[in-house]
């Protein structure tokens, strides 16, 4: 038998970005049955804000798809089993051959090996330590299982343990064993670390919760759902209760994956590591407004989109070359400043799976029409979620335009390893002494927020004011390149 599972390979969640550890499964694009090929794709995941195909790395016919969409499943584990056909084909997957053996084991109903012989069947994914498990309370003979013991034999992936409260089996299984032996069978429900350490942190008892994984496992969604509040009654009549309106439910949980776990993990991490400084300026940008007009005009950008947002961009781009000691990262691993002779400009971009910050790979050396493009192929793949992980990984500097919503601006929060970002306010028509008379110009108010430990006071405002006489003079695009 243990032959015959290694014809059976598993394809495991790959780390498609630098330091994942986990993805969301959004579409499968093949079916139980179906043959794959080397290089096939077969499903698509979103990883840290970012959706990414997956190609399958060997041929075969697939046996088992081990999660649903809409999953979220860790780096390194088995999402998919491909029958490779041959009973000794290369390459079988180990896992499958310990379960086999474990499978063996059970049927023969053997009793139960040492502790040290146990952990050579435990499947992948499935090792005790006592440091990562969250014990199923009961009460404990004297004598029982020592610590650091494997509470089974983890022979649950053949013969799942059913939800309800075990019963005593018949034969050799219902004997009390031995002190210091394990306890057999299905005591111990299946669930990985990951899956015990949040069914510890929401106070879940694994024992209560309904399997609804591969080979019997507790999963993340089963725990959610343990989590879940019950179905609420109809509510009252809103004449017996103020401010009740309907009989529906009023709060809606959303689960904190993929994109929105993404964001706030490198929110929280950039404002309480990085000392946040942001200053703002409000000034006249009629000028910048006109070029605008003038360019879309321009065979040179015939087919691109020639937005203020351009201007700005190319602005930073040479505020940042006349103050290179703001273009730089602090690296508190090996005590360094590192003064960056590029720039990657970030772009934040609003999509519907979230907000996005993809960077134009060395901006600094672009044309103004090279821009304009780069910055219209950038936002397009962000809104369709094609974002690849290298496309965010990088960056120098951002932009966030805040003014497309109408906000006159705000305090924006470091992008993770970089020293500056820029706030883009709503461009208003306003009253602005122009030429010592009061007139109606085109106002606008930009904020920079900066690493004060990079970035002294000085230093940010020669940044923010150069970015703002550009802006209010765009000739000076030539005369300071």
């Keep these: 038998m243990a032959v015959q599972a290694q014809r059976f390979r598993e394809f495991r969640m790959p780390d498609v970005g630098e330091g994942l550890t986990e993805a969301e499964i959004l579409k499968w694009y093949v079916s139980v049955g179906d043959t794959v090929t080397d290089g096939q794709v077969v499903c698509e995941v979103e990883t840290a804000k970012a959706a990414v195909e997956l190609p399958i790395p060997f041929d075969g016919v697939v046996s088992e798809i081990r999660f649903d969409e809409g999953t979220t499943v860790d780096v390194g584990t088995p999402i998919i089993v491909v029958d490779a ?168 949980r959303v689960p904190i994956k993929g994109v929105r776990k993404a964001i706030a993990q490198a929110m929280v991490t950039s404002a309480f590591t990085a000392p946040h400084v942001t200053e703002f300026v409000t000034f006249d940008i009629t000028k910048s407004m006109k070029l605008v007009q003038e360019l879309k005009a321009d065979p040179a950008f015939a087919g691109l989109k020639v937005s203020p947002l351009l ?89 966030t335009n805040v003014g497309v919503f109408g906000i006159d601006t705000g305090t924006p929060i470091l992008n993770p390893g970089e020293s500056a970002i820029l706030a883009f306010g709503a461009v208003k028509l306003q009253p602005w002494v122009h030429k010592g008379k009061v007139k109606a110009r085109h106002v606008t108010t930009l904020a920079l927020s900066f690493d004060h430990r990079l970035v002294d006071g000085e230093l940010g405002s020669k940044v923010l004011g150069d970015i703002a006489a550009i802006l209010e003079q765009p000739k000076r695009l030539l005369t300071w390149s």
Aim: proline share 12%; net charge negative.
């Design 85 to 252: 056909g041959g009973e000794d084909a290369p390459g079988g997957d180990e896992a499958g051959a310990a379960a086999a053996v474990a499978a063996e084991a059970v049927e023969a109903a053997e009793p139960a090996p040492e502790p040290a012989a146990k952990r050579t069947a435990v499947l992948v994914g499935y090792g005790v330590a006592p440091s990562s498990t969250t014990r199923r309370p009961r009460k404990q003979k004297p004598g029982g299982p020592t610590p650091g013991e494997p509470l089974n034999g983890h022979a649950a992936p053949v013969a799942p343990a059913a939800p309800e409260a075990p019963v005593a089996p018949e034969g050799p299984a219902a004997e009390a064993p031995a002190a210091g032996a394990p306890v057999a069978g299905a005591l111990r429900p299946l669930a990985k670390p990951p899956v015990r350490k949040l069914a510890k942190e929401l106070g879940i008892d694994l024992a209560t919760v309904v399997p609804t994984g591969p080979q019997g496992e507790v999963t993340r969604e089963d725990i959610r759902a343990a989590a879940a509040p019950p179905a609420r009654l109809p509510l009252p009549a809103a004449d017996d209760i103020a401010g009740v309106t309907s009989t529906g439910a009023r709060e809606t």
């Design 311 to 399: 201007l700005v961009a190319k602005a930073l781009l040479v505020a940042l070359r006349r103050n290179p000691e703001a273009n730089s990262a602090w690296d508190e691993a090996n005590q360094e400043i590192v003064r960056k002779s590029y720039v990657n400009l970030g772009i934040a971009a609003a999509t519907p799976r979230g907000l996005v910050v993809p960077n134009i790979k060395d901006a600094h050396d672009k044309t103004l029409p090279e821009l304009a493009a780069a910055l219209g192929d950038l936002v397009t793949t962000a809104r369709e979620g094609k974002t690849s992980p290298a496309a965010m990984q990088g960056g120098t500097a951002t932009i």
